[in-house]
Protein backbone atom coordinates (compact mmCIF):
# COMPACT_ATOMS: atom_id res chain seq x y z
CA UNK A 1 0.00 0.00 0.00
CA UNK A 2 2.09 3.20 -1.15
CA UNK A 3 -0.27 5.86 -0.65
CA UNK A 4 -2.43 7.06 2.60
CA UNK A 5 -5.03 9.15 3.75
CA UNK A 6 -3.37 12.38 5.14
CA UNK A 7 -5.93 12.03 7.90
CA UNK A 8 -4.86 8.50 8.95
CA UNK A 9 -0.88 9.66 8.76
CA UNK A 10 -1.73 12.41 11.06
CA UNK A 11 -3.17 10.50 13.79
CA UNK A 12 0.06 8.15 13.79
CA UNK A 13 2.25 11.21 13.53
CA UNK A 14 1.15 12.88 16.70
CA UNK A 15 3.26 13.01 19.38
CA UNK A 16 2.63 14.11 23.28
CA UNK A 17 0.57 17.37 22.44
CA UNK A 18 0.03 19.41 19.64
CA UNK A 19 1.75 17.78 16.15
CA UNK A 20 2.23 21.17 14.71
CA UNK A 21 3.84 22.30 17.85
CA UNK A 22 5.92 19.06 18.19
CA UNK A 23 6.63 19.33 13.89
CA UNK A 24 7.88 23.05 14.44
CA UNK A 25 10.18 22.33 17.55
CA UNK A 26 11.78 18.81 15.66
CA UNK A 27 12.68 20.98 12.89
CA UNK A 28 14.34 23.88 14.87
CA UNK A 29 16.11 21.59 17.10
CA UNK A 30 17.10 19.49 13.92
CA UNK A 31 18.56 22.51 12.13
CA UNK A 32 20.32 23.58 14.96
CA UNK A 33 22.08 20.17 14.68
CA UNK A 34 22.90 20.47 11.09
CA UNK A 35 23.85 23.61 11.22
CA UNK A 36 26.77 22.62 13.80
CA UNK A 37 27.31 19.71 11.29
CA UNK A 38 28.52 22.15 8.30
CA UNK A 39 29.84 24.97 10.14
CA UNK A 40 31.99 22.47 11.75
CA UNK A 41 32.96 20.62 8.61
CA UNK A 42 33.18 24.04 6.75
CA UNK A 43 35.55 24.94 9.19
CA UNK A 44 37.87 22.55 8.85
CA UNK A 45 37.69 22.27 4.69
CA UNK A 46 38.18 26.19 4.75
CA UNK A 47 41.42 25.37 7.25
CA UNK A 48 42.37 22.77 5.46
CA UNK A 49 42.36 24.93 2.33
CA UNK A 50 44.05 27.81 4.17
CA UNK A 51 45.81 26.95 7.21
CA UNK A 52 46.73 23.49 8.07
CA UNK A 53 49.28 22.84 5.14
CA UNK A 54 51.76 25.32 7.10
CA UNK A 55 50.89 24.68 10.74
CA UNK A 56 50.67 21.22 10.75
CA UNK A 57 52.77 20.04 7.99
CA UNK A 58 55.41 22.63 7.68
CA UNK A 59 57.63 19.81 6.45
CA UNK A 60 55.71 20.04 2.70
CA UNK A 61 56.04 21.51 -0.04
CA UNK A 62 52.77 24.07 -1.01
CA UNK A 63 51.00 21.39 -3.36
CA UNK A 64 52.36 18.52 -1.24
CA UNK A 65 50.83 20.54 2.32
CA UNK A 66 47.75 21.06 0.53
CA UNK A 67 47.21 17.30 0.02
CA UNK A 68 48.18 16.51 3.18
CA UNK A 69 46.00 19.20 4.81
CA UNK A 70 43.11 17.31 2.56
CA UNK A 71 43.99 14.15 3.25
CA UNK A 72 43.29 14.87 6.87
CA UNK A 73 39.92 15.91 5.81
CA UNK A 74 39.23 13.10 3.74
CA UNK A 75 39.74 10.88 6.75
CA UNK A 76 37.11 12.92 8.54
CA UNK A 77 34.51 11.66 5.82
CA UNK A 78 35.70 8.12 5.99
CA UNK A 79 34.88 8.24 9.58
CA UNK A 80 31.20 9.53 8.57
CA UNK A 81 30.12 6.19 8.16
CA UNK A 82 31.45 4.62 10.59
CA UNK A 83 30.27 6.64 12.97
CA UNK A 84 26.74 7.61 10.88
CA UNK A 85 25.87 3.52 11.20
CA UNK A 86 26.64 3.07 14.68
CA UNK A 87 24.69 6.04 15.91
CA UNK A 88 21.85 4.86 13.06
CA UNK A 89 22.10 1.29 14.70
CA UNK A 90 20.73 2.25 17.60
CA UNK A 91 18.69 5.49 16.68
CA UNK A 92 16.49 2.54 15.21
CA UNK A 93 16.30 0.64 18.47
CA UNK A 94 16.18 2.97 21.49
CA UNK A 95 15.16 6.17 19.73
CA UNK A 96 15.77 9.30 17.64
CA UNK A 97 15.97 11.83 20.55
CA UNK A 98 19.22 10.34 22.57
CA UNK A 99 21.41 9.79 19.41
CA UNK A 100 20.87 12.95 18.03
CA UNK A 101 21.83 14.32 21.58
CA UNK A 102 25.00 12.06 21.45
CA UNK A 103 26.51 13.27 17.72
CA UNK A 104 26.00 16.46 18.68
CA UNK A 105 28.26 16.70 21.41
CA UNK A 106 30.71 13.94 19.68
CA UNK A 107 30.76 16.92 16.75
CA UNK A 108 31.15 20.16 19.31
CA UNK A 109 33.69 18.92 21.40
CA UNK A 110 35.88 17.78 18.73
CA UNK A 111 35.57 21.13 16.65
CA UNK A 112 36.43 22.94 19.95
CA UNK A 113 39.40 21.14 20.71
CA UNK A 114 40.82 21.50 17.35
CA UNK A 115 40.72 25.21 18.05
CA UNK A 116 43.01 24.75 21.25
CA UNK A 117 44.92 21.96 19.83
CA UNK A 118 49.27 23.18 19.31
CA UNK A 119 50.98 23.42 15.95
CA UNK A 120 53.51 21.10 14.77
CA UNK A 121 56.22 24.15 15.90
CA UNK A 122 54.96 23.21 19.64
CA UNK A 123 54.54 19.28 19.40
CA UNK A 124 55.85 18.31 16.43
CA UNK A 125 54.79 15.14 14.51
CA UNK A 126 52.08 15.06 17.27
CA UNK A 127 50.28 17.60 16.03
CA UNK A 128 48.79 16.10 12.48
CA UNK A 129 48.27 12.71 14.43
CA UNK A 130 45.72 14.88 17.62
CA UNK A 131 44.89 16.39 14.31
CA UNK A 132 43.64 13.49 12.98
CA UNK A 133 42.11 11.62 15.63
CA UNK A 134 39.87 15.28 16.43
CA UNK A 135 39.14 15.01 12.66
CA UNK A 136 37.86 11.41 13.31
CA UNK A 137 35.56 11.89 16.39
CA UNK A 138 34.47 15.00 14.33
CA UNK A 139 33.57 12.66 10.99
CA UNK A 140 32.08 10.06 13.37
CA UNK A 141 29.35 12.27 15.15
CA UNK A 142 28.50 14.49 11.94
CA UNK A 143 28.40 10.67 10.34
CA UNK A 144 24.84 10.58 11.76
CA UNK A 145 23.65 13.70 12.01
CA UNK A 146 21.74 14.46 8.80
CA UNK A 147 20.51 11.43 8.65
CA UNK A 148 18.97 11.49 12.13
CA UNK A 149 17.76 15.00 11.22
CA UNK A 150 16.04 14.13 8.76
CA UNK A 151 14.36 10.89 10.15
CA UNK A 152 12.96 12.79 12.83
CA UNK A 153 11.50 15.51 10.75
CA UNK A 154 9.87 13.62 8.43
CA UNK A 155 8.35 11.26 11.01
CA UNK A 156 7.19 14.48 12.69
CA UNK A 157 5.41 15.79 9.35
CA UNK A 158 2.60 14.96 7.13
CA UNK A 159 3.05 13.95 3.00
CA UNK A 160 1.72 17.04 1.97
CA UNK A 161 4.75 18.95 4.05
CA UNK A 162 7.49 16.27 4.39
CA UNK A 163 9.81 17.53 1.55
CA UNK A 164 9.37 21.32 2.94
CA UNK A 165 10.13 20.38 6.01
CA UNK A 166 13.29 18.28 5.38
CA UNK A 167 14.12 20.73 3.32
CA UNK A 168 14.97 22.86 6.57
CA UNK A 169 18.10 20.91 7.71
CA UNK A 170 18.91 21.13 4.21
CA UNK A 171 18.55 25.45 4.04
CA UNK A 172 20.61 24.82 8.05
CA UNK A 173 23.48 23.15 5.61
CA UNK A 174 23.79 26.60 4.44
CA UNK A 175 23.32 28.84 7.70
CA UNK A 176 26.45 26.86 8.99
CA UNK A 177 28.45 26.65 5.56
CA UNK A 178 27.77 30.36 5.15
CA UNK A 179 28.52 31.55 8.68
CA UNK A 180 31.48 29.74 9.10
CA UNK A 181 32.62 31.18 5.91
CA UNK A 182 31.56 34.68 6.94
CA UNK A 183 33.27 34.03 10.00
CA UNK A 184 36.39 32.76 8.10
CA UNK A 185 37.05 35.89 5.78
CA UNK A 186 36.27 38.28 8.54
CA UNK A 187 39.53 36.83 9.81
CA UNK A 188 41.52 36.85 6.88
CA UNK A 189 41.54 40.13 6.89
CA UNK A 190 43.68 39.73 10.36
CA UNK A 191 47.21 40.38 9.53
CA UNK A 192 48.82 37.03 8.27
CA UNK A 193 50.93 36.54 11.06
CA UNK A 194 48.34 36.79 13.38
CA UNK A 195 45.32 34.90 11.60
CA UNK A 196 47.80 31.69 11.32
CA UNK A 197 49.21 32.28 14.89
CA UNK A 198 45.40 32.69 16.82
CA UNK A 199 42.99 34.13 14.42
CA UNK A 200 41.66 30.80 12.29
CA UNK A 201 41.04 29.24 16.02
CA UNK A 202 38.61 31.63 16.98
CA UNK A 203 35.34 30.33 15.02
CA UNK A 204 36.78 26.48 16.20
CA UNK A 205 36.51 27.60 19.82
CA UNK A 206 32.62 29.28 19.40
CA UNK A 207 31.27 26.03 17.94
CA UNK A 208 30.89 25.65 21.83
CA UNK A 209 28.78 28.10 21.74
CA UNK A 210 26.29 26.92 19.40
CA UNK A 211 26.35 23.47 20.89
CA UNK A 212 24.87 24.84 23.75
CA UNK A 213 21.62 26.08 21.74
CA UNK A 214 21.29 23.16 19.70
CA UNK A 215 21.50 20.75 22.87
CA UNK A 216 18.94 23.20 24.72
CA UNK A 217 16.66 22.57 21.42
CA UNK A 218 16.66 18.98 21.40
CA UNK A 219 16.27 18.25 24.95
CA UNK A 220 12.45 20.30 24.85
CA UNK A 221 11.77 17.56 21.61
CA UNK A 222 9.48 14.24 22.04
CA UNK A 223 10.55 11.16 20.72
CA UNK A 224 8.57 10.58 17.25
CA UNK A 225 5.40 9.02 17.52
CA UNK A 226 6.37 7.07 14.85
CA UNK A 227 9.13 5.50 16.27
CA UNK A 228 7.15 4.97 19.69
CA UNK A 229 4.31 2.84 17.59
CA UNK A 230 6.86 1.00 16.32
CA UNK A 231 7.96 0.11 19.54
CA UNK A 232 4.69 -0.52 21.33
CA UNK A 233 4.05 -2.56 18.56
CA UNK A 234 7.44 -4.70 18.92
CA UNK A 235 8.83 -3.54 15.37
CA UNK A 236 11.87 -2.53 16.46
CA UNK A 237 14.42 -4.64 15.00
CA UNK A 238 17.31 -6.18 16.90
CA UNK A 239 19.59 -5.76 13.61
CA UNK A 240 18.92 -2.46 11.56
CA UNK A 241 21.57 -2.61 9.72
CA UNK A 242 21.50 -6.15 8.36
CA UNK A 243 17.74 -5.68 7.88
CA UNK A 244 18.18 -3.27 5.42
CA UNK A 245 20.90 -4.42 3.49
CA UNK A 246 19.20 -7.83 3.76
CA UNK A 247 15.68 -6.73 2.01
CA UNK A 248 15.99 -3.20 0.99
CA UNK A 249 19.25 -3.27 -0.91
CA UNK A 250 17.50 -1.74 -4.20
CA UNK A 251 16.39 1.22 -2.52
CA UNK A 252 19.92 1.69 -0.89
CA UNK A 253 21.52 1.35 -4.35
CA UNK A 254 19.94 4.05 -5.75
CA UNK A 255 20.29 6.22 -2.59
CA UNK A 256 24.16 5.56 -3.06
CA UNK A 257 24.08 6.45 -6.77
CA UNK A 258 22.19 9.77 -5.72
CA UNK A 259 24.21 10.82 -2.78
CA UNK A 260 27.49 9.77 -5.48
CA UNK A 261 25.80 12.76 -7.30
CA UNK A 262 24.85 14.97 -4.58
CA UNK A 263 28.12 15.51 -2.00
CA UNK A 264 30.75 15.71 -3.92
CA UNK A 265 29.15 18.56 -5.53
CA UNK A 266 28.72 20.11 -2.33
CA UNK A 267 32.32 19.83 -1.32
CA UNK A 268 33.90 20.64 -4.94
CA UNK A 269 32.13 24.27 -4.83
CA UNK A 270 32.98 24.86 -0.82
CA UNK A 271 36.26 23.10 -0.48
CA UNK A 272 38.11 22.54 -3.39
CA UNK A 273 37.01 25.70 -5.88
CA UNK A 274 37.95 27.83 -3.09
CA UNK A 275 41.64 26.06 -2.78
CA UNK A 276 41.69 26.19 -6.80
CA UNK A 277 40.82 29.92 -7.51
CA UNK A 278 42.89 31.36 -4.50
CA UNK A 279 46.21 29.14 -5.62
CA UNK A 280 46.12 28.41 -8.69
CA UNK A 281 44.26 31.12 -10.40
CA UNK A 282 45.07 34.02 -8.16
CA UNK A 283 41.79 34.96 -7.33
CA UNK A 284 42.10 37.07 -3.79
CA UNK A 285 41.35 34.65 -0.76
CA UNK A 286 39.11 37.49 0.76
CA UNK A 287 36.79 37.66 -2.67
CA UNK A 288 36.85 34.20 -3.59
CA UNK A 289 35.07 33.48 0.25
CA UNK A 290 32.59 36.51 -0.12
CA UNK A 291 31.22 35.05 -3.48
CA UNK A 292 30.95 31.22 -1.52
CA UNK A 293 29.36 33.17 1.22
CA UNK A 294 26.72 34.86 -0.98
CA UNK A 295 26.29 31.41 -2.50
CA UNK A 296 25.66 29.69 0.28
CA UNK A 297 23.27 32.43 1.86
CA UNK A 298 20.99 32.19 -1.55
CA UNK A 299 20.85 28.78 -1.34
CA UNK A 300 18.91 28.97 1.37
CA UNK A 301 15.63 30.09 0.22
CA UNK A 302 16.36 27.96 -3.30
CA UNK A 303 16.48 24.76 -0.93
CA UNK A 304 13.12 25.57 1.14
CA UNK A 305 11.77 26.75 -2.77
CA UNK A 306 12.13 23.19 -4.38
CA UNK A 307 10.83 21.55 -1.27
CA UNK A 308 8.23 23.23 -1.47
CA UNK A 309 7.99 22.53 -5.30
CA UNK A 310 8.56 18.72 -4.49
CA UNK A 311 5.57 18.60 -1.99
CA UNK A 312 3.21 19.99 -5.28
CA UNK A 313 4.73 17.90 -8.37
CA UNK A 314 6.84 15.26 -6.72
CA UNK A 315 10.13 14.23 -5.41
CA UNK A 316 11.46 13.24 -8.78
CA UNK A 317 11.55 15.85 -11.19
CA UNK A 318 13.33 18.13 -9.21
CA UNK A 319 15.47 15.54 -8.22
CA UNK A 320 16.19 14.47 -12.22
CA UNK A 321 16.42 18.62 -12.91
CA UNK A 322 19.27 18.65 -10.80
CA UNK A 323 21.21 15.73 -12.17
CA UNK A 324 20.20 17.10 -15.30
CA UNK A 325 22.19 20.37 -14.46
CA UNK A 326 25.00 18.63 -13.11
CA UNK A 327 25.84 16.90 -16.18
CA UNK A 328 25.88 19.74 -18.28
CA UNK A 329 26.75 22.58 -15.97
CA UNK A 330 30.52 21.61 -15.22
CA UNK A 331 32.58 22.55 -18.14
CA UNK A 332 30.99 26.43 -18.05
CA UNK A 333 31.46 26.63 -14.44
CA UNK A 334 35.00 26.37 -14.86
CA UNK A 335 35.21 28.65 -17.88
CA UNK A 336 33.43 31.17 -15.69
CA UNK A 337 35.97 30.05 -12.51
CA UNK A 338 39.20 30.90 -15.25
CA UNK A 339 38.11 33.93 -16.19
CA UNK A 340 39.34 35.25 -12.45
CA UNK A 341 36.81 38.10 -12.40
CA UNK A 342 34.95 37.84 -9.18
CA UNK A 343 31.90 38.35 -10.74
CA UNK A 344 32.02 35.63 -12.91
CA UNK A 345 33.21 33.18 -10.06
CA UNK A 346 30.57 34.45 -7.23
CA UNK A 347 27.96 33.46 -10.21
CA UNK A 348 29.58 30.22 -11.24
CA UNK A 349 29.84 29.52 -7.09
CA UNK A 350 25.44 30.74 -6.39
CA UNK A 351 24.80 28.37 -9.96
CA UNK A 352 26.66 25.35 -8.53
CA UNK A 353 25.81 25.57 -5.06
CA UNK A 354 22.15 26.52 -5.57
CA UNK A 355 20.75 24.60 -8.83
CA UNK A 356 22.19 21.52 -7.01
CA UNK A 357 21.96 21.17 -3.68
CA UNK A 358 18.57 22.98 -3.91
CA UNK A 359 16.75 20.85 -5.70
CA UNK A 360 18.13 18.01 -3.79
CA UNK A 361 18.42 18.88 0.15
CA UNK A 362 14.25 18.68 0.73
CA UNK A 363 13.31 16.11 -1.67
CA UNK A 364 15.83 13.46 -1.46
CA UNK A 365 15.36 13.49 2.27
CA UNK A 366 12.23 13.07 1.91
CA UNK A 367 12.13 10.42 -1.06
CA UNK A 368 14.14 8.08 0.84
CA UNK A 369 12.23 8.52 4.91
CA UNK A 370 9.33 7.28 2.33
CA UNK A 371 11.22 4.42 0.72
CA UNK A 372 12.57 3.34 4.29
CA UNK A 373 10.43 1.05 7.12
CA UNK A 374 10.18 2.96 10.70
CA UNK A 375 12.40 -0.03 11.50
CA UNK A 376 15.52 0.84 9.35
CA UNK A 377 14.67 4.27 8.38
CA UNK A 378 17.57 6.05 9.89
CA UNK A 379 19.61 3.08 8.78
CA UNK A 380 18.77 2.65 5.70
CA UNK A 381 18.75 6.37 5.27
CA UNK A 382 22.73 6.71 6.84
CA UNK A 383 24.05 3.47 4.54
CA UNK A 384 22.93 5.85 1.48
CA UNK A 385 24.57 9.26 2.26
CA UNK A 386 27.55 8.47 4.17
CA UNK A 387 29.57 5.92 2.35
CA UNK A 388 29.40 7.73 -0.63
CA UNK A 389 30.33 10.83 1.80
CA UNK A 390 33.21 8.45 2.52
CA UNK A 391 34.36 7.28 -0.57
CA UNK A 392 33.13 10.10 -3.46
CA UNK A 393 33.12 12.66 -1.26
CA UNK A 394 35.68 13.15 1.26
CA UNK A 395 38.63 12.15 -1.01
CA UNK A 396 37.38 14.85 -3.98
CA UNK A 397 39.03 17.64 -3.27
CA UNK A 398 42.13 15.37 -2.97
CA UNK A 399 41.34 14.03 -5.96
CA UNK A 400 40.07 16.77 -7.76
CA UNK A 401 43.76 18.77 -6.56
CA UNK A 402 45.46 15.73 -8.28
CA UNK A 403 43.65 15.73 -11.32
CA UNK A 404 44.61 19.38 -12.08
CA UNK A 405 48.37 18.73 -11.01
CA UNK A 406 48.04 15.75 -13.56
CA UNK A 407 46.31 17.79 -16.48
CA UNK A 408 48.72 20.84 -16.03
CA UNK A 409 46.66 23.28 -13.92
CA UNK A 410 43.67 22.91 -15.78
CA UNK A 411 40.29 21.50 -14.39
CA UNK A 412 38.85 19.86 -17.41
CA UNK A 413 39.59 16.55 -15.53
CA UNK A 414 37.62 17.42 -12.72
CA UNK A 415 34.53 18.52 -15.03
CA UNK A 416 34.78 15.34 -16.57
CA UNK A 417 34.70 13.63 -13.12
CA UNK A 418 32.12 15.54 -11.65
CA UNK A 419 29.70 14.78 -15.06
CA UNK A 420 30.35 11.29 -14.28
CA UNK A 421 29.30 11.42 -10.79
CA UNK A 422 26.08 13.52 -11.98
CA UNK A 423 25.83 10.30 -14.46
CA UNK A 424 25.56 7.81 -11.76
CA UNK A 425 23.45 10.17 -9.54
CA UNK A 426 20.61 10.79 -12.64
CA UNK A 427 20.44 6.64 -12.96
CA UNK A 428 20.08 6.12 -9.59
CA UNK A 429 17.16 8.67 -9.01
CA UNK A 430 15.00 7.05 -12.52
CA UNK A 431 15.13 4.05 -11.02
CA UNK A 432 13.88 4.99 -8.04
CA UNK A 433 9.74 4.86 -7.46
CA UNK A 434 7.89 8.42 -6.64
CA UNK A 435 6.84 8.78 -3.12
CA UNK A 436 4.40 11.35 -2.95
CA UNK A 437 1.54 11.03 -0.77
CA UNK A 438 3.44 7.65 0.53
CA UNK A 439 3.01 7.72 4.42
CA UNK A 440 5.93 7.25 7.22
CA UNK A 441 4.38 4.80 9.51
CA UNK A 442 5.75 1.60 9.64
CA UNK A 443 2.93 -0.57 8.26
CA UNK A 444 2.63 1.32 5.36
CA UNK A 445 5.93 2.09 4.37
CA UNK A 446 6.73 -1.33 4.90
CA UNK A 447 4.03 -2.74 2.90
CA UNK A 448 4.98 0.26 -0.01
CA UNK A 449 8.86 -0.79 0.14
CA UNK A 450 7.97 -4.88 -0.22
Excluded at 208 to 234: D, P, S
Excluded at 281 to 302: H, M, N, R, Y
Excluded at 422 to 431: C, D, E, F, K, R
Aim: aromatic fraction near 10%; hydrophobic fraction near 50%.
Amino acid sequence: MGMTELGTERSTAVPHGSAGQQRRRVIKASAAGTVIEWYDFTLYGLAAALVFGPLYFPGAGSLAGTMAAFGTFAVGLGARPIGGLVFAHFGDRLGRKPMLLMTLLVMGASTTLIGALPTADSIGIWAPILLIVLRLFQGAGAGAEFAGAITMVTESTDSSRRALSSAYPGAAIYVGTGGATMIFALLTLMPDDLFLSWGWRIPFLASAVIVLVAGYLRLKVNETAVFEEAAQHGEVDRAPLVEAVRNHWRQILCGLALFSFVIPWAYVMQVFALSFVTKTLGVDSTQALIGLIVAEFCAIPVIIGFGRLADKIGRKPVLLSGAIFGIVFPFPMFMMLDTRSPWMVGLALILGICLVQGTTSGPGGALLSELFPTKIRWSGIAISREIPAAVVGGTIPLVATALVAVAGGTPWLVASYLMGLSVVGLIGIALLPETLGRSVGSRQTAEAAS
